[in-house]
């Protein structure tokens, strides 16, 4: 039925946005059945690397990174608390999305008494929180990052039974088979393959073998990887031998698309380790190549500078075999998600995977989604209400089957795949 007002319209869309079931296409989460790599709880949020970051902007030179490195994980949490939470209010996106946990953990957010919240939770088993954390942030359906070089990760799906959740899906990472290949040599070859740091014919068979076999072995949904700004395509080079040589072929073989998210900068401070990283400006034609040149292989695409994300956006109008998704990392912070999820409507309609979580603490779905979820909301809304003024009135099961797209169908059919029950 149509709705009469468009305050109503308005109403029911922001309503929906925060509560219709999500699909979660790129995470650091696990299931649990990979054990210690399932990161949740109280100091796992707190020592999240984007607070870590944080924090040490308060610190003095007499806290050094060694000092910090050399504490526990409780004793880390606690510094962080203290730089972040009281001695200075919670405002970032990373600190306050920690209070948008405690509250709809149902925790008293007003005590500031961060003992009694890990009290809370230590009360609870990893499965229980898996379960709450689904319901709370109503996520359906989360994707892994796995990569078979971890030596934990590798036994959990040669020697145990791998993924049992259903909840969750994998999807192989490659990194150091483009960005640290000599690295990655090494661990091919003490898996039993016969690569060789030369690109011989029979190292290209061997990086086939493997990559299909790990495709099978973990059905993985797609092959991920993080590219550096300076990434170049084509070029005289191993990343491009790699790409036409061996990932695209096994894309194609297993019908499965290719994930880049590019545009990082590793270890700009190495001192801070994974928070570290920083962003950098991106050459899009990369993108444009690959997918002129594959125009049957899919493209899942993300970037880091916001100086990218609208060139990025208007090469998804020349094709169909590119997806944009998320705001990654830095541009997940609510002025950025706003401003790229309006240009994004506006340039693609709703054919676009606005969010991803990035999480890599369990109980951050909940803010991740949460302070998401609202925006997208808010921005669609908008735009239904300038048709509603023009005498167009969407009804309820459009305004859900758009939201659906936007938060699931868009990923699983992109994929040629049917979403999980
Ligand atoms: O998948 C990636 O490469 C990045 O998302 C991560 O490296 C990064 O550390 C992550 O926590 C960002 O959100
Ligand atoms: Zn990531």
Redesign the pocket.
């Known amino acids: 039925q149509t709705i009469d007002s468009v305050t109503t319209v308005k109403e029911i869309v922001e309503q929906l946005a925060m509560t219709i079931p999500v699909t979660d296409m790129?995470t650091?989460l696990f299931s649990a059945d990979f054990g210690d790599l399932l990161l949740w709880g109280i100091d796992e949020l707190l020592i999240y690397?984007?607070l870590i970051s944080e924090s040490f902007r308060w610190s003095s030179d007499e806290e050094t990174y060694e000092a910090f490195w050399a504490m526990s994980k409780r004793e880390q949490a606690d510094w962080i608390w203290n730089k972040l939470f009281i001695e200075h209010s919670p405002v970032s996106e990373a600190a306050n999305g920690f209070i948008t946990i405690l509250h709809r953990l149902g925790l008293d957010v007003s005590s500031r008494n961060l003992n009694e919240y890990r009290e809370v939770l230590a009360n609870r088993t990893t499965a229980q929180q898996v379960d709450e954390v689904l319901r709370i942030s109503n996520v359906k359906h989360v994707v892994m990052?796995n990569d078979p070089f971890d030596a934990v990760e590798r036994e959990v799906w040669l020697n145990r039974e791998g993924n049992t959740d259903s909840r969750f899906s994998a999807a192989l990472?490659v990194?150091s088979l483009l960005n640290d290949w000599p690295n990655a040599v090494e661990h091919l070859r003490s898996l039993g393959y016969e690569a060789s740091v030369e690109w011989t014919e029979q190292t290209k068979e061997e990086v086939r073998r493997f990559l299909s076999e790990w495709i099978v072995r973990i059905d993985a949904l797609y092959l991920?990887v993080?590219m550096p700004g300076d990434f170049v395509y084509p070029a005289e080079d191993h990343r491009t031998r790699m790409i036409d040589e061996a990932m695209v072929p096994v894309c194609q073989k297993h019908g499965i698309p290719f994930a880049l998210?590019i545009g990082?900068r590793r270890r700009v401070n190495p001192e801070l380790r994974?928070a570290g990283?920083m962003s950098m400006d991106s050459d899009v034609s990369a993108v444009e190549a690959l997918c002129r040149t594959y125009p049957t292989q899919k493209f899942l695409i993300t970037m880091l500078a916001r100086s990218n994300q609208h060139e990025l956006t208007v090469l998804a109008r020349k094709f169909r075999n590119l997806m944009v998704f998320g705001c990654?990392?830095f541009l997940?912070i609510e002025s950025m998600v706003e401003e790229m999820t309006k240009f994004r409507l506006e340039l693609l309609g709703t054919s676009v995977i606005p969010q991803h979580s990035?999480c890599?603490v369990f109980e951050q779905l909940i803010y991740k989604w949460e302070h998401s979820r609202r925006i997208i909301g808010q921005v669609l809304a908008s735009k239904y209400e300038r048709l509603y003024n023009s005498g167009w009135k969407v009804t309820e099961d459009e305004i859900k089957r758009d939201l659906d797209d936007l938060f699931n169908r868009n990923f699983w059919r992109f994929l040629g795949k049917e979403q999980p029950e």
Request: charged fraction near 30%; charge should be negative.
């Open positions: 790129h650091h690397h984007y990052t990472r990194d991920a993080s998210m990082v994974l990283d990654w990392w997940h990035d890599r």
